[in-house]
Each structure stands twice: as structure tokens, then as C-alpha cells.
């Protein structure tokens, strides 16, 4: 595949769809005509599907399969195909969001749901060149979505905190393709530093 994959991740709230959202309107990054895109997916079959179990007590080993089946969907009809066009994709959320989070909502099914949930994976998702972590103590970003993170199961401080650790263990484990963005700066300064970056991988490329 001759185009490059970027993700942005992170906990609820650490601020990537704002960064998401400056991305597309930054110059720089527009002038290489990016393709922008999300997990969940929105508007699908499959995206509505996610939405619906997160807003429900939908068993846990259920929703995973949700969130799969949506990031089938989302590699077979946009992802992929940008990617073999030679388009550079840029995902708001991604495979490692799942690795994450449901790493660690099916703890009490597997003895090691992480690597459960990645050899699910392994044979058929496509691994991002680039992933952004946009890392913050939860404390801050649950109190930055306020009254809309009390509506949502996952925005919960503890549960973060777990979420957290995984993201920041991934990043150790792959240092070649992880940066850590400090999200607790200003909009500004993580705009900045995130485009630099982008910038510096598609022109060493
Ligand atoms: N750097 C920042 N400083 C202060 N507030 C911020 C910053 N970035 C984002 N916010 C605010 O924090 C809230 C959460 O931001 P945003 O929706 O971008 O996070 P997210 O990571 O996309 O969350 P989720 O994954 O839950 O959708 C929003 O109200 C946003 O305006
Ligand atoms: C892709 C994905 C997401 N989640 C969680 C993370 C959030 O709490 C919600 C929805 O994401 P959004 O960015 O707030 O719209 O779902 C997850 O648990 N597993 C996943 O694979």
C-alpha cells in the first residue's frame, strides 16, 4: 500500500476530534489533501450499530465484536482503498483504541484480553505508520467534557486511568511509531506541534 495511515488516539476527552477538526483547516496539511476519518464510524450500518451498545449495557464481549466489525467495514471501504490510491490517511480513533479500551472492559472474560483482542486483529487490520497519543490525567479531560462526559459509560476516572496505561505502554513498546502529546497544553501548542510532525513524516518520506 503506497499512502501512509496517521491515527490520533487517546482517552475520552484528551482533545483529538478539536486537533482532528484544526487539522482540516490547517494549509499545510491541506495542501497535501488528506483523507479525514473516524472510528466509530459515522452514518454506517455498522457505525450506528457501535453507537447504540455504547449507549447501552451491551455485553462486553458484544460490543468488541461491534467495534470490530465496524473497523472491517471502515479498512474495506475507506481506508484501504485511500491507502492503495496513495492518499494519506488521517483516523480520529483507530485499532488501538480497542486494544485499549476493551483490553480492558473484557477483563473478567480472558486472561489476557489485550493480547486477545490484538490477535483478533493481527491477520487482517493495517497497522498506522504514525499514531498520535494524546496523553492526560483523566481527571482533567472527564472535567473538560463535563455534563456531556456523565452521559457516556466510558468517561469515568478510574476506568481512564486504566485506559491510560495501556495507551502509554503501546507508545513504549513501539516508540517508531507513537508521539506523546502532552494534551493538557493549550489548543494552540498541540496544533503546532502536531502538524510539525506530520509535516517532517511525509516529506522524509
Ligand atoms: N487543549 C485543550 N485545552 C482545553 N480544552 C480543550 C483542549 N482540547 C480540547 N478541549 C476541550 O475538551 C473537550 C473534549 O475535547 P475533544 O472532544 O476534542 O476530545 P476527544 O479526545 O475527541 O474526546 P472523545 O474521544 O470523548 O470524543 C471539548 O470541550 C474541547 O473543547
Ligand atoms: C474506536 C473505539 C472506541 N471506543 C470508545 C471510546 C469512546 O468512549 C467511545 C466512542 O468514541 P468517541 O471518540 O468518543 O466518539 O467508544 C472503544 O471502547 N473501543 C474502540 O475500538
Redesign the pocket.
Known amino acids: 500500500m503506497k499512502g501512509k495511515l496517521i491515527t490520533l488516539e487517546?482517552i475520552?476527552?484528551?482533545?483529538?476530534?478539536?486537533i482532528a477538526k484544526k487539522l482540516q483547516e490547517n494549509p499545510d496539511i491541506c495542501n497535501f489533501d488528506p483523507i479525514f476519518t473516524r472510528e466509530p464510524t459515522r452514518g454506517t450500518l455498522t457505525g450506528n450499530a457501535v453507537e447504540n451498545a455504547i449507549q447501552s449495557e451491551t455485553d462486553q464481549l458484544a460490543e468488541l465484536f461491534l467495534f470490530t466489525a465496524d473497523h472491517a467495514e471502515h479498512l474495506a471501504k475507506l481506508v484501504k482503498p485511500s491507502l492503495e490510491k496513495g492518499k494519506t490517511v488521517i483516523s480520529d480513533r483507530y485499532s488501538d483504541s480497542r486494544y485499549a479500551y476493551q483490553g480492558i472492559t473484557l477483563k473478567n472474560r480472558f486472561e489476557n484480553p489485550l493480547e486477545w483482542v490484538k490477535n483478533l486483529h493481527s491477520e487482517w487490520t493495517v497497522v498506522p505508520d504514525l499514531t498520535f497519543l494524546?496523553d492526560i490525567e483523566p481527571e482533567i479531560a472527564v472535567d473538560?467534557?463535563g455534563k456531556r462526559g456523565e452521559q457516556t459509560k466510558f468517561e469515568k476516572i478510574e476506568f481512564l486511568k486504566k485506559v491510560r496505561e495501556n495507551f502509554l505502554s503501546f507508545a513504549s513498546d513501539e516508540p517508531e511509531r507513537f508521539v506523546i502529546i502532552d494534551?493538557s497544553?493549550?489548543?494552540e501548542d498541540?496544533e503546532k506541534k502536531v502538524v510539525q510532525k506530520i509535516l517532517e513524516f511525509i516529506r522524509h518520506d
Not at 475520552?12 to 478539536?18: C, F, L, M
Open positions: 487517546g475520552d476527552g484528551s482533545g483529538k476530534s478539536t494524546f473538560r467534557c494534551a497544553r493549550s489548543r498541540i
